[in-house]
């Protein structure tokens, strides 16, 4: 690294190979490259050099994925449940006793900033420290039949080979949360890494050979996600898909698993509502909002995205949002002092570059930001965009923003403010600032979502359940829930003889 100014810069965004897994497929317990060789580069968003290049899987790569998912299902599900616990509790130890390097792996190829690439590292390791516990507490139960004759068992079982997707934004943490209920109850797994940050899940390929993990329980590969999830889902041995993206992938993938009649869980995208009400202090919950907002880039499935705050506390707290956004750091993710890194892909800066259009044509007042730096002459970066005046006919009040957008929108009422907050196709998660009780409990109750902060922004936790509702989709990830989606419940019926 080299100083220029009070700026950091950085020589170029490759790394030490040491430092970077196999960019190979992971199939069998065993690495390996495509069968025909082709490769897709992995680029750092922060420079736009290239970090390495991972192999585009074959139809055949697919097919032995499979065949090892298969035989890897038939001797982990015998496993025991303190077995299956050992191994969990192996992943999150090794996990953390690298989580340095997992962190600069991670904010090399998706940029976010190294002390939160180093938070979802840890993060990563309480899914497995969680559902290391929850493997030895997959409970069945029996019922006395209507006679004395007769026993009702009913167990809970794996539900067989699982494929699992997860987008980039969050590429150990959302991988992790798949994994580890999966494993917990006894499932193989073919997990496909995001192509635009494939890296951070290949580590935890590595991690599967230090937990000594059976071959073929975990098998990690990389490809055009179109063909991989075609591919996986209609084999016939996958039994369960797992996806973690947008509302339009998860429609096509809950098409596919219809087709078969496959189980699904989907976590797909979200536009937060945050409800600002006249009884808080506008000032602290605009500082709060200002520092959780932009985090990651503000590409959070469940970031707050829409501020709806009551037209009494608006001018507070519009002023402090604006404020403490103009003090955060824009730079490359390496550097201690940034605190918004580049976006992940150049796709998503202009998204978000047209969001901004709208709004401004429509009427709303940029308040700060609205495009990307001047002084960053390579990078994926924009600068945070705080906009006022909006109107729910504008775009970013409708679609879900996956970026650096603030909008901040006033109302009169209660009921005015849960009807904004509902009139959208997205129920993922929704945020309430209140000192009042009743209004705590009332907002909370009201917001079609499935899950609500009240007077913070970090809900996500290993022992919590996280999904939505509506078009955010179904199933949950997290707590005692989040390991129901990996079992079947079989009845048994079983007739004593001798006995009426």
Same mark, same amino acid.
């Given at each position: 690294?080299?100083?220029?100014?009070?700026?950091?810069?950085?020589?170029?965004?490759?790394?030490?190979?040491?430092?970077?897994?196999?960019?190979?497929?992971?199939?069998?317990?065993?690495?390996?490259?495509?069968?025909?060789?082709?490769?897709?580069?992995?680029?750092?968003?922060?420079?736009?050099?290239?970090?390495?290049?991972?192999?585009?899987?074959?139809?055949?790569?697919?097919?032995?994925?499979?065949? $090892?998912?298969?035989?890897?299902?038939?001797?982990?599900?015998?496993?025991?449940?303190?077995?299956?616990?050992?191994?969990?509790?192996?992943?999150?130890?090794?996990?953390?006793?690298?989580?340095?390097?997992?962190?600069?792996?991670?904010?090399?190829?998706?940029?976010?900033?190294?002390?939160?690439?180093?938070?979802?590292?840890?993060?990563?390791?309480?899914?497995?420290?969680?559902? %290391?516990?929850?493997?030895?507490?997959?409970?069945?139960?029996?019922?006395?039949?209507?006679?004395?004759?007769?026993?009702?068992?009913?167990r809970r079982e794996p539900i067989g080979p699982v494929a699992a997707f997860a987008a980039?934004?969050?590429?150990?943490?959302?991988?992790?949360? !798949?994994?580890?209920?999966?494993?917990?109850? @006894?499932?193989?797994?073919?997990?496909?890494?995001?192509?635009?940050?494939?890296?951070?899940?290949?580590?935890?390929?590595?991690?599967?050979?230090?937990?000594?993990?059976? %071959?073929?329980?975990?098998?990690?590969?990389?490809?055009?996600?179109?063909?991989?999830?075609?591919?996986?889902?209609?084999?016939?041995?996958?039994?369960?898909?797992?996806?973690?993206?947008?509302v339009p992938v998860g429609v096509q993938l809950a098409g596919l698993a219809a087709q078969?009649? !496959?189980?699904?869980?989907?976590e797909l995208g979200g536009h937060a509502p945050v409800l600002v009400f006249p009884d808080?202090?506008?000032?602290?919950?605009?500082?709060?909002?200002?520092?959780?907002?932009?985090?990651?880039?503000?590409?959070?499935? /469940?970031?707050?995205?829409?501020?709806?705050?009551?037209?009494?506390?608006?001018?507070?707290?519009?002023?402090?949002?604006?404020?403490?956004?103009?003090?955060?750091?824009?730079?490359?993710?390496?550097?201690?002092?940034?605190?918004?890194?580049?976006?992940?892909?150049?796709?998503?800066?202009?998204?978000? $570059?047209?969001?901004?259009?709208?709004?401004?044509?429509?009427?709303?007042?940029?308040?700060? @930001?609205? @495009? $990307?730096?001047?002084?960053?002459?390579?990078?994926?970066?924009?600068?945070?965009?705080?906009?006022?005046?909006?109107?729910?006919?504008?775009?970013?009040?409708?679609?879900?923003?996956?970026?650096? /957008?603030?909008?901040?929108?006033?109302?009169?009422?209660?009921?005015?403010?849960?009807?904004?907050?509902?009139?959208?196709?997205?129920?993922?998660?929704?945020?309430?600032?209140?000192?009042?009780?009743?209004? $705590?409990?009332?907002?909370?109750?009201?917001?079609?979502?499935?899950?609500?902060?009240?007077?913070?922004?970090?809900?996500?936790?290993?022992?919590?359940?996280?999904?939505?509702?509506?078009?955010?989709?179904?199933?949950?990830?997290?707590?005692?829930?989040?390991?129901?989606?990996?079992?079947?419940? !079989?009845?048994?019926?079983?007739?004593?003889?001798?006995?009426?």
């Amino acid at each position: 690294m080299t100083t220029t100014g009070e700026r950091p810069q950085f020589s170029d965004g490759t790394a030490p190979k040491d430092v970077l897994p196999p960019s190979l497929l992971f199939i069998d317990g065993t690495w390996r490259e495509s069968g025909d060789g082709r490769t897709r580069a992995v680029e750092n968003p922060a420079t736009e050099t290239e970090l390495t290049a991972v192999p585009l899987a074959t139809a055949q790569d697919l097919d032995d994925a499979l065949a $090892a998912a298969a035989a890897g299902f038939r001797r982990w599900r015998t496993a025991s449940a303190w077995d299956r616990s050992d191994a969990l509790r192996r992943f999150a130890q090794a996990i953390r006793a690298d989580a340095d390097r997992f962190a600069l792996v991670m904010t090399l190829e998706q940029g976010k900033p190294l002390a939160q690439s180093r938070g979802e590292v840890l993060a990563s390791a309480d899914q497995f420290d969680w559902y %290391a516990d929850e493997a030895r507490r997959i409970y069945g139960r029996s019922v006395d039949g209507h006679d004395t004759g007769t026993r009702i068992l009913v167990r809970r079982e794996p539900i067989g080979p699982v494929a699992a997707f997860a987008a980039w934004n969050f590429p150990s943490l959302l991988t992790a949360r !798949k994994i580890a209920p999966a494993l917990a109850a @006894g499932c193989s797994i073919v997990v496909m890494a995001p192509i635009e940050a494939p890296l951070s899940t290949l580590l935890f390929a590595e991690v599967a050979e230090k937990a000594e993990l059976p %071959a073929g329980v975990l098998n990690v590969v990389t490809g055009e996600p179109a063909d991989v999830s075609r591919h996986l889902i209609a084999s016939d041995v996958i039994r369960k898909v797992s996806l973690t993206g947008s509302v339009p992938v998860g429609v096509q993938l809950a098409g596919l698993a219809a087709q078969g009649m !496959k189980a699904t869980s989907m976590e797909l995208g979200g536009h937060a509502p945050v409800l600002v009400f006249p009884d808080t202090d506008a000032r602290r919950a605009a500082a709060i909002c200002a520092q959780g907002k932009f985090r990651n880039g503000g590409q959070v499935c /469940i970031a707050a995205s829409r501020f709806l705050v009551h037209e009494s506390v608006a001018d507070q707290f519009t002023e402090v949002f604006v404020e403490e956004t103009r003090k955060l750091r824009l730079g490359d993710g390496r550097d201690p002092a940034t605190d918004v890194g580049p976006l992940t892909t150049a796709g998503r800066r202009a998204a978000i $570059a047209g969001l901004v259009e709208d709004a401004v044509a429509l009427g709303a007042t940029l308040e700060h @930001g609205g @495009g $990307a730096p001047e002084e960053y002459e390579t990078g994926y970066y924009f600068t945070p965009t705080v906009l006022t005046g909006v109107r729910a006919d504008m775009r970013v009040m409708q679609e879900e923003p996956f970026g650096p /957008i603030a909008p901040i929108a006033t109302f009169a009422t209660f009921d005015e403010a849960v009807s904004i907050a509902n009139a959208t196709p997205y129920g993922l998660g929704g945020f309430v600032f209140t000192d009042d009780l009743t209004t $705590a409990f009332r907002a909370s109750e009201e917001l079609e979502v499935g899950m609500v902060g009240v007077n913070h922004l970090t809900i996500a936790t290993a022992e919590a359940p996280f999904g939505g509702v509506k078009r955010s989709g179904h199933g949950r990830e997290g707590g005692s829930e989040g390991i129901d989606g990996y079992t079947v419940t !079989k009845y048994v019926s079983m007739r004593l003889g001798g006995l009426s």
